[in-house]
């Protein structure tokens, strides 16, 4: 009755092929944003219930749109151009260390050339972008195996990514600025004159990071680029001989997918955690963005943000039961009780809906339309 | 002389470890050549074997039982337990999810392994556990040819032993036995099999439960090389470049990319570490899977990969 497309007729092709084309749609997405723009940092602001304390902002909601963030790269390359990679982790990491070294000026001494390349301290925002792009180029390289191999013989080839990578900026001192102790700090958040401080301000600016670019991605998963990944996916031989050219389609993917994910790492190492080390980017990581990604749904943005949610808030949710109900259990028990019903519930929704949580909600919308009459 | 006899020490200590990384390689293989599903829970699986054998020896040892019938008696107990694993498994996570694509299994799998990291460590204690099943000290041949003799380590003799043993059971089993043969059709193609009569959740069973016992004798020769404790599950994970080298679906791959791998790392490490920073070890089995990859995307032994439109 609420929720039913009858009546909004389209008279211009570009009304049909509108981004969201369905009004109740809009108004929906409008709400969600005005109140995620405006609602969330009034009621932190003034402390309503449940952003009563920092406590929900800092350590729920940041990281949630971070991860989707990543999500979203993943989704991208394993949802849309059927790539498995277990490697997201290590382009999290190649955006997170490439920011701070533009961050904190570039200074390689090419011996065989006599000479040096040398680049001032950008500031923050060129920072991680760049530390997007750098992610970008290193996922184009090791795209390029994609060419040769597929299925799980890639994503045990994407492993070797990960491990490089871990690898790289545990050993090579020059990553970290020579840092005694591997890890290594954020620089001042200052964008535009704005420093960003408090968590309300880091909320507010992960928040436009992820809205510009789930926007940018919905729009290439529905263009001419989505649309070659997509046919690469369901028969990477077919598209193919009818003029896909798997090259182009499988690197842009890999190029999109890893800018994606390597911004997410620039703002999780920045904004999130403040300091970090390698072992922030394993291979956990990896397995952390990849079950968000299947447990969202392959192949739809809208599950990258549920997955993100349910896989980042379960442990956390399930660490409070115990103290919660007042159960006297270690913290050890809790930790492997957690796991157990991870790893159930994980196994559930499998079963349950292979197709994770965006069909739900696909499913959902249909009964919606249907309501209160199903026929 | 001595810097032969270096080499030589670097190359059978490097085969013999690449042996205990096939040793849980076979598991993988067993699974995938089975029912196509790619088990990330092999290692997670040699933890539990690992942990229920040396918690049941430590219990009765304590109790006076026997050493020998301890042995005996703790190896029985933990085939049991994973035999049990093996059909909850089946029954309840991969069984409900025929037909499904092998990305959703192999997710599945994953899921599994957090169930059984976390219910092995609840049930059986999540210390570091020693296990002394094999000598673990150490033999110098050919003392008269090299100076100081070459260095090997018995355990790794062992491993080399029982994988041996376990490769000529296993290739017995699967020619031989009609069980066996009901595998490999199942293998071949689920409805087919099916539809000859072959129980196929039967099967599946038999097959989870001989990884699992594969990883119960993984367990004993690694719980025996680093004690039982939680980063032994990351075996799995040091044992899917062996896996993709050999090919997924290939016994004797397994154990060839097994002794490639050992034997690659080891050298890189002694002779490429100096030069470019230590700790290789940690990636070179990767990059080397990735290579053999490059020229066959099947890996060495795998099944040539056709597809159709």
Known sequence: MLYREAGQ?????????????????????????????????????????????????????????????????????????????????????????????????????????????????????????????????????????????????????TLAAQFFFDWVFIRVKWFTNYAPSGSVSAPELNFFGLTVNTSIERYLLCLIFVTLFAFVAKNLVRGNLGRQWMAIRDMDIAAELMGIRPFYAKLTAFAVSSFMVGVAGALWAFVYLGAWEPLAFDINRSFQLLFMVIIGGLGSILGSFLGAAFILILPIMLDQVPHAIGVPISVETVSHLVFIVTGALICYLLIVEPHGFAKLWSIGKEKLRLWPYPY | MVVFGQFLEVLIGGLLAGVLYSLVALGFVLIFKASGVFNFAQGAMVLLAGLALVRSLDFMVARGVPVWAAIVLGLVFAGLIMAISAWLIERFVVGPLVNQDGLTLFMSTIGATFIIEGAAQLIFGSDVYPLRLFPTDAWFLFESAFPGGILVNKLDVWGGLIAGILVTGLAIFFQKTKTGRALRAVADDHAAAQSVGIPISWIWFVVWLVAGLVALVAATVWGTKLGVQFSITFLALKALPVLIIGGFTSVPGAIVGGLLIGAGEKLAEVYLGPFIGGGIEYWFAYVLALAVLLARPQGLFGERIIERI
């Open chain 1, 9 to 157: 007729f389209k008279t211009t092709y570009s009304a049909d092929m509108a981004i969201f084309p369905i009004r109740q749609d809009r108004v929906a997405l409008i709400l969600l944003l005005l109140f995620a723009f405006i609602g969330v940092p009034v009621m932190a602001t003034f402390h309503i219930w449940p952003l009563g304390s920092d406590y929900m902002l800092r350590a729920i909601l940041i990281p949630f749109l971070i991860l989707a963030l990543a999500a979203i790269g993943v989704n991208i390359l394993v949802g849309y151009c059927g790539q498995i990679s277990l490697g997201s982790g290590a382009f999290m990491a190649i955006g997170a260390y490439s920011a701070y070294k533009f961050s904190t000026g570039v200074h390689l001494p090419l011996a065989w050339l006599g000479t040096a390349l040398a680049i001032p301290p950008l500031p923050v925002l060129p920072s991680i972008l760049l530390g997007g792009l750098m992610a970008a180029v290193v996922g184009i390289l090791f795209g390029i195996p994609s060419l040769r191999i597929k299925g799980l013989y890639l994503a045990v080839a």
